[in-house]
C-alpha cells in the first residue's frame, strides 16, 4: 500500500516535470505585469483554457542563449526591449514569427512590426520625483545631478542603456546629437565623467517595482523610473510625479525563445494579447502606449493624456537608437558594469 | 550570583556582561519579532505606524496563484530532497563509520563539502551540466540539487550519533538470536533515530530556505516560496512578504522544537544528565 | 573489529586457516560496509563534483572559435602572419561565418573576437549579416567590401590566437592580468581591472564581519556557559531561532527596520540623534548589520561548545592563589577559549566568503562580493569562461581554510553547530 502511494506521487511528479500545457510568459514584473495579468493572462485562460505562468526577469539574455544552446526551453514567451530582441534575432535566439497566426501587419504601428517579436507598447524612461519630500520640482536631468539644490539619494537603472543618455542631457547635450556624442570614445568617457560627479549619491536600481518603493519611502528623492510604475505608486496614494522633459521612450516586443516546448499556445497569447481590446484594458491599468492601431481609436482621452505617445509628453523626449544599442551595446554595459562596481 | 560584597569593578563586569548579552539577544530576536505585526497590517506599506488590522495579506497569500504554487512547489521539492538525503546519508554514514580502507577521509570529506563550497559555485556548476540533460527546469533536477545539498547534515548527525552507539549492543542481540534485519530495527534504528531525524530536519531547513540554487535552476513553473519571496523583496515588497515571513516563522519555531525535544530524549536514552 | 572476530575461539594449532579465515570475513564485513556508501557516492559524483569539475574546465576551455571556424583555422596554422592570409583562408572564413548566421554559433565567435580586441564583435555581426557573398566574387574582395577591417593582418594574427583550444584569459582576467599581443602578461586597463579590488573586498568585508561576531559572541557563550542550565537553556533558544528562521525573512526584516523611514531612524530621530534619516539600507552598513544577524549563532555554537568544556575549578584556583579576577579571566580562562575562537571565526569566515544574496538585496554595487560576480557572468553576461575563472578562485581560498579548519581544529562545521 504504501509503495504504491509512493509509485503514484513519483510518478505524478515525473508527470509534472513534462506534462507542458500551460505557457510560461516572462516580463519585467511589478506593476506592469499585475497589468499585464488583469488585461492579458487572465482574460487569454478563461477564453482558451490554457493557463499562464507569470515569471519576471530584467532584460538580461543570458538565461534566454544559455536556454537556446543546452536546447531546454522553458520560457514560452518573453517581454523584450528592442536592441536586445535586434541582437537575439540575429543570434537565432528567438523563433521568427509567423504573422498568420497573429495577426494583419497593417493594423499595428510599423515599428511593432518586426521579424522575431511585435510591440506590444511604447514606454518611456522618465525622471520621477517624491513631491512630498522636494519644495521644489526638478524640470530635467541638470537638476537630476543638482545635488546641492537637491540633496538627497538618485535612483539610476543598473546598467549603461539610458543611463549614459541621461548623462549627456545633463552635461548639455541636446536630444538629437546625443547617439552622434555617444558613438566617440570622447563621448562615452564625457558621460563617465558626467557620472562620476554623483556617483556616491546613486542608488542602482533592478527591477522598475523599486524605484516607486524607494521613492515612496523617502530613501530617493528622485529617481530614474518606467513611467507606467508611477501610475501604479500614484493611485496608491503616493504624490509622485514625472517629468516627461528629456525622457526616452522605446517599444517592447513580445518574442518566444527558439524551441519553446509550446510554440502553438505561445503563438495563441501572442495572438491574444496584441487584440485591441486587451491593449487598451492594459493602458489604462498601466500608461503604456498600445501598439494596435484599433487601441490606440478607442482609448479614453484622459488615459491617452498620461501615455508617453500623448503630445504633450513628448516634448523634450526622444526614442531610444535601437542601432546603437545593437552595435556598442555589450561593449558599454561592461565598461558599465566595472565602473560602477568600483 | 553576584556576591553581597562584591567590588564596585565586579559589580561593574556582572552587569556590563549582562547588558552587552542582553542587546546582542535583543539584536538576535527583535527583527525577527519585528515583521510579524506588519503581516497584520491594512494599508500595502511594510512600514511603520500601522494603520489598521486586516487579514488581507494572509488572504493574498493563500489566493493568489503565485504563492500558492510557490507553497505547493516548496512542498513537492523539500521532502523529496530530503527523504533522498536521509536514506542515502544515513546508509553512507553507517557505511563510513563501519568501514576500513584507503581514502575514507577524503571520501568523507568529499561527501560533507556541498556545505563548505559557496553555493553560488554549486548552483553555477549545476546549472550549466544540468542544462544539456534536460533538468533545469524540471522538479526532477530541484530535488536533486536541494538532496545534494542536505546530504552533508544527515552524514554528520548520524556519524555523530553513531560514534557514541555501542555496537556491542548490535553484537549481543545477534548473540541472542536476533537475525541482522531484527537487529537492525530493534537495536541499531532506534539508537540512531534521532540522528537521521535531526539530520533530515537540517536537510529540510537547509532546502526549504534555499534560493540560490532554485534561482539558477528552476523556471518560474518550479518557483519555491524563498524563491517567490526572493522576487518579492525586490520586485514588489508588500505586507504579503510578512504574511509568509510570519508563517515562516512559526515554522522555523516548530522545527526547533522538534530538534530540541529529539535532543534531550537523545540524552535520556543515553543516560548522559542534561547539561 | 567484527562480529566475527568475537564469536571464533583462535586456538593455535587452526591458526593459519583461522586467520584467513578471519581476514576473508573482515573483508566480507568491509565490502558490505563499503556497498552502503556507493550509492551516495555515485550521486555526488554525478549531480556536484562532476558539474563542479566541468565549471572549473571552462575557465580554461576555448571552444567559441576553435569549434566554429576549424577550417579557417587550420589554413591560418600555414599562414606566416607576413601580409594577408592567402584566398583559401577568405573563401572559408566567408563560409564559415555564413554557416554560423543566424545561429547563437555567430554571437560566441563575435564575442569572444571582441574580449580580444574591442569592436571586432561589430565586424564578425556585420560581415555575417552581408553573408554569403555574390556568386562568383572572390572572397578576399568580398570581406574586404563588407569591412575594410578584413584588410588588417592585426585581425587574423586575433582570430589565430583566440582559436586556441585552451586559454589562460580568464583565469588571468580574473586576477586583473590579461596577455598583450606580444604575447607576455599585462596588468589589465585601470577602467577594466576590477576582480583584485573585488576579492580584496570580499576578504575585508568577511574579516569585519567576523571580528563582529566574535566581539559579539564572545561574551554571549561566556555568559551562557557560566549561567545555570535553565536560563542558559533560554538564551540557546533565543540563538537558536534566528538561525533557524529563512534568509529570507530576516532579510525583509531588516529591510523593515533599517529602511529611510524604518524603525532605526525613527527611533534616531525621536532621540533626537539626527535631524535628517540616516541611510542604512543599499550601502555597506546595511550589509554588515544583516550579515552579522545571519552569522552570529555560527560563531556562539562552537564558542559555546568549547566554553562548556572548561571547568571552572581553573579560576577558582587562580582566585584562590591570590590571582584578581580579571588578571585570571584573562591569563587562564581566555587562552582555554582559544580553539572556540578559531573554529568560530574560521567558519564564520567561510561562510562569509561565499556570501551572494543578503550583499544583492541590501547592498549596493560597491558591496557585492565575489559570488555577486560569479553570478553576474552566469546570469546577465554570458561568460561562462569568467565565471568559472572566479568560480576557481573563490573554491581554491574556500578549500584552503576548510583544509585548515578541519586539520587543526578536527570534526566538522556541523558538529561544532550542534
Known amino acids: 500500500m504504501k509503495t504504491r502511494l509512493l509509485v503514484t506521487l513519483i510518478a505524478a511528479i515525473a508527470g509534472m516535470s513534462f506534462a507542458h500545457a500551460d505557457v510560461t510568459v516572462i516580463s519585467f ?36 542563449t544559455a536556454m537556446v544552446q543546452a536546447g531546454n526551453v522553458t520560457w514560452d514567451v518573453v517581454e523584450v526591449e528592442s536592441p536586445e530582441l535586434v541582437r537575439g534575432c540575429e543570434e537565432g535566439l528567438f523563433e521568427k514569427l509567423d504573422y498568420s497566426k497573429i495577426g494583419n501587419k497593417a493594423d499595428f504601428v510599423p515599428e511593432a512590426v518586426t521579424d522575431c517579436g511585435i510591440g506590444t507598447f511604447v514606454w518611456s524612461t522618465a525622471l520621477a520625483y517624491n513631491a512630498d519630500t522636494l519644495k521644489e520640482a526638478p524640470t530635467s536631468w541638470a537638476d537630476f545631478w543638482n545635488v546641492e539644490k537637491f540633496p538627497g539619494k538618485r535612483g539610476l537603472r543598473k546598467g549603461a542603456k539610458y543611463t549614459l543618455e541621461f548623462a549627456l542631457l545633463a552635461d548639455g547635450v541636446a536630444p538629437k546629437d546625443i547617439y552622434k556624442v555617444l558613438e ?16 556616491p549619491h546613486i542608488v542602482w536600481w533592478e527591477a522598475g517595482a523599486q524605484p516607486p518603493q524607494l521613492l515612496a519611502s523617502g530613501d530617493l528623492v528622485m529617481s530614474s523610473v518606467y513611467n507606467g510604475r508611477i501610475a501604479a505608486a500614484r493611485k496608491e496614494g503616493r504624490n509622485l510625479e514625472i517629468v516627461w522633459n528629456g525622457s526616452i521612450y522605446d517599444f517592447d516586443y513580445w518574442a518566444i525563445p527558439k524551441g519553446s516546448p509550446n510554440l502553438a499556445d505561445a503563438y495563441k497569447y501572442i495572438e491574444f494579447a496584441s487584440r485591441p481590446a486587451p491593449q487598451a484594458q492594459f493602458s489604462a491599468e498601466v500608461p503604456y502606449g498600445p501598439t494596435n492601431n484599433a487601441a490606440v481609436g478607442t482609448m479614453d482621452p484622459a488615459v491617452a493624456a498620461t501615455l508617453p505617445t500623448s503630445p504633450a509628453n513628448l516634448v523634450g523626449a526622444f526614442a531610444t537608437d535601437t542601432e546603437f544599442w545593437v552595435e556598442y551595446g555589450e561593449d558599454l554595459e561592461q565598461r558599465f558594469n566595472a565602473w560602477a562596481s568600483r | 550570583m553576584l556576591q553581597p560584597y562584591a567590588s564596585p569593578a565586579e559589580r561593574l563586569w556582572y552587569y556590563g556582561l549582562r547588558g552587552l548579552v542582553g542587546l546582542t539577544l535583543l539584536f538576535l530576536v527583535l527583527p525577527i519579532l519585528v515583521i510579524i505585526p506588519l503581516s497584520f497590517n491594512a494599508d500595502s506599506f511594510l512600514m511603520y505606524p500601522m494603520t489598521g488590522w486586516s487579514l488581507r495579506w494572509y488572504e493574498e497569500v493563500i489566493t493568489s496563484p503565485s504563492w500558492q504554487r510557490a507553497i505547493t512547489n516548496s512542498m513537492i521539492v523539500s521532502p523529496f530532497a530530503t527523504l533522498l538525503a536521509m536514506i542515502l546519508g544515513t546508509l553512507a554514514a553507517i557505511g563510513l563509520v563501519r568501514a576500513n580502507f584507503r581514502g575514507k577521509a577524503l571520501l568523507t570529506a568529499i561527501l560533507i563539502s556541498p556545505m563548505v563550497v559557496p553555493v553560488v559555485i554549486v548552483a553555477v556548476a549545476m546549472y550549466i551540466s544540468f542544462a544539456p540533460l534536460g533538468l533545469t527546469g524540471s522538479y526532477t533536477g530541484l530535488i536533486l540539487a536541494h538532496a ?8 554528520t548527525t548520524v556519524t555523530a550519533t553513531l560514534q557514541g552507539f555501542d555496537f556491542n549492543l548490535v553484537r549481543a542481540a545477534s548473540s541472542l538470536g536476533a537475525n541482522p534485519v531484527t537487529t537492525f530495527f530493534k537495536v541499531t534504528l532506534p539508537q540512531v533515530a534521532p540522528g537521521v531525524i535531526s539530520g533530515g530536519l537540517f536537510a529540510f531547513a537547509t532546502s526549504f530556505d534555499e534560493v540560490v540554487v532554485t534561482l539558477f535552476l528552476a523556471s518560474p513553473e518550479q518557483a519555491t516560496l ?7 523583496i525586490r520586485e514588489n515588497i508588500s505586507p504579503a512578504i510578512a504574511a509568509v515571513a510570519t508563517i515562516l516563522i512559526l515554522l522555523s519555531t516548530l522545527m526547533l522544537m522538534t530538534l530540541e525535544t529529539l535532543r534531550r530524549r537523545n540524552e535520556r536514552l543515553r543516560g548522559v544528565k542534561p547539561a | 573489529m567484527t562480529a566475527a572476530s568475537d564469536t571464533l575461539d583462535p586456538s593455535p594449532a587452526r591458526a593459519v586457516p583461522l586467520k584467513r579465515q578471519l581476514r576473508r570475513a573482515e573483508r566480507r564485513k568491509n565490502l558490505l560496509f563499503m556497498a552502503l556508501i556507493l550509492p551516495l557516492a555515485v550521486f555526488v559524483l554525478a549531480s556536484f563534483v562532476l558539474p563542479i569539475g566541468s565549471l572549473l574546465q571552462r575557465s580554461i576551455a576555448n571552444p567559441e572559435v576553435h569549434d566554429n571556424l576549424p577550417e579557417t583555422l587550420e589554413l591560418l596554422d600555414d599562414w606566416s602572419g607576413e601580409g594577408l592570409p592567402d584566398e583559401a583562408a577568405f573563401v572559408a572564413l566567408a563560409r564559415e561565418l555564413g554557416a554560423a548566421r543566424g545561429t547563437p554559433a555567430i554571437a560566441d565567435i563575435a564575442k569572444r573576437l571582441n574580449r580580444e580586441q574591442p569592436g571586432l564583435r561589430s565586424l564578425v555581426m556585420r560581415s555575417a549579416r552581408a553573408l554569403p557573398l555574390a556568386e562568383g566574387t ?67 568585508m568577511s574579516v569585519i ?7 559579539l559572541g564572545f561574551p554571549l557563550a561566556y555568559l551562557m556557559a557560566t549561567l545555570p542550565v535553565r536560563h542558559a537553556n533560554t538564551l540557546m533558544i533565543l540563538v537558536l531561532l534566528p538561525f533557524w528562521t529563512s534568509v529570507l525573512v530576516r532579510v525583509a526584516a531588516w529591510i523593515v527596520i533599517l529602511q529611510n523611514e524604518g524603525l532605526v531612524n525613527k527611533l534616531l530621530m525621536w532621540l533626537g540623534a539626527t535631524d535628517a534619516p540616516i541611510r542604512l539600507l543599499f550601502n555597506r552598513t546595511g550589509v554588515y548589520i544583516a550579515m552579522v544577524h545571519i552569522l552570529l549563532p555560527f560563531m556562539v555554537l562552537p564558542l559555546y561548545s568549547v566554553m562548556k568544556g572548561i571547568s571552572p575549578v581553573y579560576m577558582r584556583a587562580a582566585v584562590s592563589l591570590g590571582c584578581p579576577p580579571f588578571s585570571s579571566f584573562w591569563k587562564i580562562y581566555f587562552p582555554l577559549t582559544m580553539p572556540g575562537i578559531a573554529a568560530g571565526s574560521l567558519l564564520v569566515f567561510i561562510v562569509c566568503m561565499g556570501f551572494y544574496i543578503t550583499p544583492a538585496l541590501l547592498g549596493g554595487p560597491g558591496d557585492q562580493m565575489i559570488s555577486y560576480f560569479i553570478a553576474f557572468y552566469t546570469n546577465q553576461a554570458v561568460n561562462w569562461g569568467m565565471a568559472a575563472a572566479l ?28
Not at chain 1, 477564453?47 to 526577469?57: A, F, L, M, R
Not at chain 3, 583566440?162 to 586559454?167: C, E, H, R, Y
Not at chain 3, 584552503?400 to 566538522?412: D, E, K, M, P, W
Open chain 3, 209 to 215: 564581519v567576523t571580528v563582529a561576531c566574535l566581539l
Open chain 2, 226 to 232: 524563498p524563491r517567490q519571496m526572493f522576487s518579492g
Open chain 2, 148 to 155: 545534494v545539498l542536505g546530504v552533508p547534515f544527515v552524514i
Open chain 3, 138 to 204: 572572390p572572397a578576399q574582395d568580398g570581406l574586404i567590401g563588407i569591412d575594410e577591417r578584413w584588410r588588417d593582418p592585426v585581425i587574423w594574427e586575433t582570430i589565430k590566437r583566440a582559436g586556441s583550444p585552451t586559454t589562460g584569459f580568464y583565469l588571468l582576467g580574473a586576477i586583473d592580468r590579461t596577455i598583450a599581443d606580444g604575447g607576455e602578461i599585462v596588468k589589465l586597463p585601470k577602467e577594466e581591472a576590477i576582480y583584485l579590488d573585488v576579492l580584496v573586498r570580499t576578504f575585508e
Open chain 1, 184 to 199: 566617440t570614445p570622447e563621448g562615452v568617457a564625457r558621460a563617465f565623467a558626467k557620472l562620476d560627479q554623483i556617483k
Open chain 3, 391 to 418: 568560480s576557481a578562485v573563490l573554491l581554491a581560498a574556500t578549500l584552503v581554510l576548510y583544509a585548515l579548519y578541519t586539520r587543526y581544529l578536527g570534526g566538522n562545521a556541523v558538529n561544532k553547530i550542534r
Open chain 1, 29 to 64: 514584473g511589478g506593476a506592469a505585469q499585475a497589468g499585464q495579468k488583469k488585461a492579458y493572462y487572465d482574460p487569454f485562460s478563461a477564453e482558451s483554457g490554457i493557463k499562464v505562468i507569470p515569471g519576471e526577469y530584467n532584460g538580461e539574455m543570458a538565461r534566454i
